[in-house]
């Protein structure tokens, strides 16, 4: 440490008088002040100076009007178990590519709202709120239609938060004010920072209810802010379609998400109902209108990987993938 500076892997701090903390990229010129307030945050262990900033790098990273900073950490690598039959599927797993994550959330005098269980530490001047998010009915409509929590947990302060970690995956999406929100399949809300408002979406037709596989309701996200959505293929494999009057079929479960602009429905593959037994694709979901539907292509290979069969069930011919649209389940081997 020279002139009051200390250096944390590439990264410069600076506490002025006033106790604030400014850093720079090393070998820079400007300064940024710290608005999480909490510095470097530096932790000795074993008599080495160690940052927790260096365990992980910052996959994706958002920042909220009222100045909520949203981040996706990712660990390069996770450095073994006391248990042994842990460190080989530790071993396995990081062979396979697949790595830790969480979600840290940095607060400057604002609020994020978390799903219940999501937290996992947080450190400063914080304050944990539970309510029932606008009211009894409002609590249980959200509950029981959209599959979302009764009770609504929002952090308030500044500092430091990190969710729960997972191998699974995130990504973070901005809602920007009216008309442009979200509808997403249920359970893929993690966290929001703004003003957003989480609610449940009816679907719009009777056969989208009963043949579209979605249910009869999913989750609506509205308002202004970032939501922190977790996605059961990671955010690469997604394909995002623009509709501009056109439409989209797709034959199966794996739309993620549209924009509320989208109408959203079940048609025959055929004009004709002969058309569509022999066409052998018989019910598809059809998305319209203007805005974006964005698709998971993969979601399916990871079920059927899962699956009791596992690898053996891409023997079968790929024309029984099991994938259709029909009496709104799927019908995965």
């Not at 998010?133 to 239609?145: A, E, V």
């Amino acid at each position: 440490m020279a002139d009051g500076i200390r250096l944390v892997g590439n990264i410069e701090w600076w506490q002025s008088d006033d106790g604030s903390w400014y850093f720079r990229q090393s070998g820079t010129e400007q300064w940024t002040v710290d608005s999480s307030g909490t510095g470097p945050q530096i932790a000795a262990i074993e008599g080495s100076m160690v940052d927790p900033g260096e365990l992980f790098t910052v996959i994706e990273s958002a920042t909220a009007t009222d100045g909520t900073k949203v981040e996706i950490v990712e660990y390069s690598e996770l450095l073994g178990s006391s248990d042994v039959r842990t460190s080989e599927a530790l071993y396995y797993t990081t062979r396979a590519g697949s790595k830790l994550k969480m979600v840290r959330i940095q607060l400057n005098n604002s609020k994020v709202r978390v799903e219940p269980g999501a937290l996992y530490f947080m450190k400063g001047q914080l304050e944990m709120k539970v309510s029932t998010g606008g009211g009894l009915f409002k609590g249980m409509k959200r509950k029981m239609l959209s599959g979302e929590t009764f009770f609504v947990n929002e952090i308030h302060g500044s500092g430091e938060i990190y969710l729960e970690p997972s191998f699974g995956h995130f990504f973070l999406q901005n809602i920007m004010g009216p008309g442009r929100g979200i509808i997403c399949d249920k359970g893929m809300f993690f966290a929001g920072a703004g003003q957003l408002n989480i609610s449940a979406k009816m679907q719009g037709t009777i056969s989208s209810t009963l043949f579209g596989g979605e249910g009869l309701f999913q989750s609506h996200i509205t308002g202004s802010g970032i939501a922190v959505l977790y996605s059961p293929v990671p955010k690469q494999e997604i394909v995002k379609y623009t509709l501009n009057g056109d439409k989209l079929f797709v034959d199966g479960n794996f739309a993620l998400l549209r924009h509320e602009s989208i109408t959203f429905k079940v048609e025959k593959s055929s004009k004709r109902l002969i058309g569509s037994l022999v066409s052998g694709e018989g019910l598809l979901q059809t998305f319209s209108g203007q805005g974006e539907v964005w698709i998971a292509p993969t979601q399916g290979v990871y079920e059927k990987l899962t699956s009791s069969r596992g690898m053996a069930s891409f023997a079968d011919n790929p024309t029984s993938s099991g994938t259709k649209v029909r009496s709104g389940l799927r019908r995965r081997k």
